[in-house]
């Protein structure tokens, strides 16, 4: 079963036009796997690739999913490695970490055309 938080979530609604449209799926039980395409609309300043916020976004609606439902994020570290070009799909991982009762950490991973692009570490509050 696909994980969304609701239809017009911007990273995983499938009816949000304007959003990432993240489809995502538990891979292992606890990690999830997913993708998004690389739309016009999600360029940045060079007009070829992904815009680096378009990039955080995406790792972070990825471990907010891992992290399960209710999850917000209350910190997010990126690091940019490479450009995920428009039309082209970013494949996602990300894996749930350490837990509490009102939180959870997760590390995600985003590939383009075979190769790592992004990759981040993020903390959430669970409800």
């Given at each position: ?7 017009l979530c911007f ?19 606890e990690s999830v ?65 350490p837990r509490s ?27």
């Amino acid at each position: 079963m696909a994980l969304v938080h609701h239809d017009l979530c911007f990273g995983c609604g499938q009816t949000n036009v304007f959003g990432l449209m993240v489809e995502a799926d538990r891979s292992d039980g606890e990690s999830v796997a997913g993708r998004c395409f690389v739309k016009q609309d999600h360029q940045g300043p060079d007009r070829a690739s992904a815009h680096d916020g378009v990039l955080a976004a995406a790792l972070c609606e990825a471990m907010a999913l891992a992290c399960g439902p209710g999850a917000r994020a209350e910190s997010l570290e990126v690091e940019l490695i490479g450009a995920a070009p428009v039309g082209t799909f970013l494949e996602l991982t990300a894996t749930p970490g350490p837990r509490s009762s009102d939180h959870a950490e997760a590390i995600a991973s985003a590939a383009s055309e075979d190769r790592v692009v992004a990759t981040a570490r993020g903390r959430f509050r669970i409800a």
